[in-house]
């Protein structure tokens, strides 16, 4: 009888290490050396594109030119989809609107239901333009306020809370809300209404009534102060709905004269004042409008032809005051005399006449600088991003939606990446030579084997708008084209 051959354990396990350890040889030579050039970054090509400043005109949201708009709104039925047509005809070059909205017919009494449908159909045909809406709601347009607005501020509190609905559900149109509904023309001047106590109890109203994404704005630097109780003009003050970050100031006295019209004091009227937080010099009130309006919008009017808006100390005095908003036709004698000034500033603007050079710099004028591929080898990703500045008059307030996105070249899939860097500290004016870098970071093993070309993408989270940015590069379809990624 043959003898059986017996296998011991230790043979059995000994031959499958063997094969495990044979095996592990293979996968060795075959993957590790292309993983150890991603990991080492020797396999990865990348090409960052440059980028040249450019003088041309940007059409982007919250920013710019506007055209005024008057409306009076009463109880017969009116229709407005007229509207749509005339303002799409002559009001193509701007990107923001003024309606004011007169509700003097019913100063005594609470808005109808026919008043509320009125206003109701005005600001849906508005919003057809495709125009952010800066708002006033007026008793007065002629100067006559003490004659035209209500003889109790119950009656204003009422209409704004009649408001509330519509304000509400057009938040996504509405960039501001302009004064506190009272004084001549609505600009907070000749009313009964001016005690700290009355300017806070309708700024708190108005805060109420509408959405907390709407700016808010007074019509000086002391009123701020006064409602906000502070001379701080950081201050994280807040009363209510009503938070610092959220009321901004307008000017429709802008430039006119040493007090642009009572909106700062003169040694001639220092002393005028009886409140506690009262106007400071010009000067000290450019100053603290240099700090605020980094948080909150700065617009208005120029009027009066005179020294102070002549071109060179305009330029000036918009950079300081960051001002992101201006009337494209008043005051015509100013923005004819900037017409014919010719600007010598080095760069892309040089030659430019003055006006073009403004209409250019009002609100935030963003300009990509470089592009950068960096690869981080311990967190095993590339680093793609930009270098960008801010060389507007004013910051860009609401934080846009910043992408990196790539797309294979094979098949045109795509990879988004979210940028969460801030743009808030890119306030524009004097500080426009302030650099901020956006990147994303892209784990090395989604770029295995293929090629993208990498984009830069900024769209406005409250009309979903691209924002164009101040390059000679235009922008594609998924954005800035800013380079190319290849694993070979």
């Not at 193509?92 to 509700?103: G, P």
């Not at 002391?222 to 959220?246: F, V």
């Not at 305009?314 to 100013?334: C, F, G, P, Q, T």
Request: aromatic share 10%; net charge negative; charged share 30%.
């Amino acid at each position: 009888m043959a003898r059986k051959h017996r296998v011991k354990s230790g043979e059995f396990f000994c031959g499958r290490q063997m094969v495990f350890i044979l095996l592990l040889m293979i996968l060795a030579v075959l993957v590790l050396p292309a993983w150890c050039k991603v990991l080492i970054g020797g396999s990865i090509r990348t090409k960052a594109y440059t980028f040249t400043e450019s003088s041309r005109v940007l059409k982007n949201p919250n920013r710019g030119f506007y055209h005024l708009y008057s409306f009076t709104i009463t109880d017969d039925k009116t229709d407005y989809e007229g509207l749509t047509a005339q303002i799409s005809e002559n009001d193509a070059d701007t990107k923001l609107m003024m309606a004011q909205i007169n509700i003097q017919f019913y100063k005594n009494r609470e808005i109808t239901k026919q008043g509320l449908d009125n206003i109701r159909a005005l600001l849906d045909v508005l919003e057809m333009a495709e125009k952010r809406l800066i708002i006033r709601f007026v008793y007065d347009k002629d100067g006559k306020n003490e004659q035209n607005e209500p003889e109790s501020m119950d009656i204003i509190l009422k209409h704004m809370e009649q408001l509330e609905g519509i304000l509400k559900s057009h938040s996504r149109q509405i960039f501001i809300v302009q004064s506190l509904f009272v004084g001549n023309w609505g600009e907070m001047n000749g009313t009964r209404y001016d005690s700290d106590e009355d300017f806070r109890k309708l700024s708190k109203k108005l805060s109420e009534v509408t959405d907390e994404s709407t700016y808010l704005s007074v019509r000086i630097p002391a009123q701020w102060r006064r409602i906000l109780k502070t001379d701080d003009p950081l201050s994280e003050a807040a009363d209510g709905a009503l938070s610092a970050g959220r009321l901004g100031l307008f000017n429709d006295g802008m430039l006119g004269n040493e007090s642009d019209y009572g909106t700062y004091s003169t040694a001639a009227d220092q002393d005028a004042d009886n409140v506690r937080f009262k106007r400071m010099s010009r000067k000290e009130e450019i100053r603290f409008q240099n700090q605020l309006c980094r948080r909150v919008p700065n617009g208005g009017e120029v009027i009066n032809d005179n020294v102070y808006n002549d071109f060179n100390n305009a330029v000036k005095d918009l950079r300081a005051m960051h001002v992101s908003y201006m009337n494209k036709v008043y005051d015509e004698k100013v923005l004819n005399k900037w017409k014919k000034v010719t600007v010598t500033e080095e760069g892309c603007f040089y030659g430019m006449d003055g006006l073009s050079y403004i209409e250019r710099h009002l609100g935030y004028r963003l300009v990509l600088k470089d592009v950068f591929f960096e690869r981080d080898m311990k967190r095993k990703c590339l680093s793609a991003g930009v270098r960008i500045k801010n060389t507007g008059f004013a910051p860009l307030y609401r934080e846009p939606k910043i992408r990196i996105i790539l797309q294979n070249e094979e098949d045109s899939e795509l990879q988004v990446y979210p940028v969460t860097q801030s743009l808030r500290e890119l306030s524009g004016g004097n500080e426009a030579k302030n650099i901020q870098t956006l990147s994303a970071d892209i784990p090395f093993e989604k770029l295995a084997g293929k090629k993208y070309t990498v984009y830069f993408s900024m769209v406005d989270m409250d009309t979903g708008e691209h924002i164009l940015l101040g390059n000679e590069e235009d922008e594609e379809q998924y954005g800035y084209r800013i380079g190319m990624v290849e694993l070979q």
